[in-house]
């Protein structure tokens, strides 16, 4: 980003900043909590603000769309200050908040399932741009009762880095974030398609952020052609660096398998995966993959799917099947901005 904004600062170089236009260093933890808490810079002098708005982009994403699936799921789409779009999913469950935010605008990886990377890569997300989008998520009304009704400092209990965009490949900002958000560690989780080399940086982090890999495939064969990117990593190089980020954080791995009709859920695929993970700390995250208009991949008939996961832990894996969930509001990667996109097309 070439504007400086007031939400990639930690505390420190906030407080730094403020004490260096001749300021107390309270304000600080002033405009810290009301940045959080979604009330822009708060109860501070106007001079102070208006050397702030000078010096910094201040302002939220601003939400240019918002749409609420049957089963709960909403989906923000945001405006950012140079007008490009991200897409923020949030989930409101019995048990808690969770909120999924993206790393990227666009996304360089191609996967064959995914729409977020059908116009390519645009830009990374600063830190600060992840972080206002969970802060955008709280304070969305709905969620704000949720979140009131459970707890009174009105926190989100989970956050996952599966948004658009590839957060590894995006990685100083997103370790950024990481000591910017209060999300505690434990209830996070970063997905990334498996960019070896920074599982391995990450891992000697010792940070105790969940990783998830969008694995997708048992074979380099099958994961090449659903994966493009995956020919830089071969599946044998990706179990080692899980083994490694295990080794290194005592965390299991989790691997995120969408379940692709015809392509990746034959018997014989579950004999394979389960091979692959055998033998440390790992658990399989199935899911039928929500298809969208600019793919022509399908997910499996549910006793395709079911099949399936029985083959994993008759083989021994630890696995579920999780749920699918926003397919009637486009919930996945990518599907609400190309819709958004298509329709401003067609009325110029």
């Avoid at 822009?40 to 002098?45: A, D, I, S, T, Y």
């Avoid at 990227?104 to 600063?126: I, T, Y």
């Avoid at 960019?195 to 952020?209: G, M």
Wanted: positive net charge; charged residues 25%; aromatic residues 6%.
């Amino acid at each position: 980003m070439n504007v400086k904004y007031i939400f990639d600062l930690s505390k420190e170089e906030l407080e730094q900043y403020i004490m260096s236009v001749g300021e107390p260093k309270y304000r600080a933890t002033q405009i810290w909590d009301a940045l959080r808490s979604g009330r822009g810079l708060g109860n501070v002098p106007a001079t102070l603000i208006e050397k702030i708005k000078s010096d910094f982009f201040t302002e939220f994403p601003e939400i240019i769309k918002e749409v609420k699936s049957k089963d709960g799921t909403r989906k923000l789409l945001l405006r950012l200050h140079d007008g490009q779009m991200i897409e923020t999913v949030v989930l409101t469950q019995d048990y808690g908040v969770t909120v999924c935010i993206s790393s990227q605008v666009g996304c360089k990886m191609g996967c064959a399932f995914c729409a977020s990377g059908k116009d390519g890569f645009v830009r990374n997300l600063s830190a600060g741009e992840m972080l206002a989008q969970i802060v955008i998520a709280r304070n969305e009304s709905d969620v704000s009762e949720a979140l009131s009704k459970q707890s009174s400092d009105k926190k989100v209990n989970n956050v996952v880095v599966m948004g658009s965009g590839e957060p590894f490949d995006n990685f100083d900002n997103l370790v950024k974030f990481l000591s910017l958000t209060d999300v505690g560690a434990r209830h996070i989780s970063v997905s990334t398609v498996g960019l070896v080399d920074r599982i391995k940086q990450f891992a000697d982090l010792k940070l105790q952020v969940n990783l998830c890999i969008s694995l997708h495939a048992s074979n380099d064969f099958v994961r090449n052609r659903i994966l493009p990117a995956s020919k830089s990593f071969p599946i044998s190089d990706l179990i080692k660096a899980s083994k490694y980020f295990f080794e290194k954080t005592k965390r299991r791995v989790i691997f995120e398998y969408a379940l692709i009709d015809g392509v990746n859920c034959e018997p014989e695929h579950a004999v394979e995966l389960a091979k692959l993970v055998k033998g440390f700390p790992s658990h399989i995250n199935l899911i039928n993959m929500n298809p969208h208009p600019d793919s022509d991949l399908q997910p499996p008939m549910r006793e395709v799917a079911m099949r399936f996961m029985d083959c994993l832990i008759k083989s021994g894996a630890s696995v579920t099947m999780r749920k699918s969930r926003g397919n009637d509001i486009s919930a996945a990667c990518g599907q609400l901005k190309n819709q958004s996109k298509k329709k401003t097309l067609a009325n110029n």
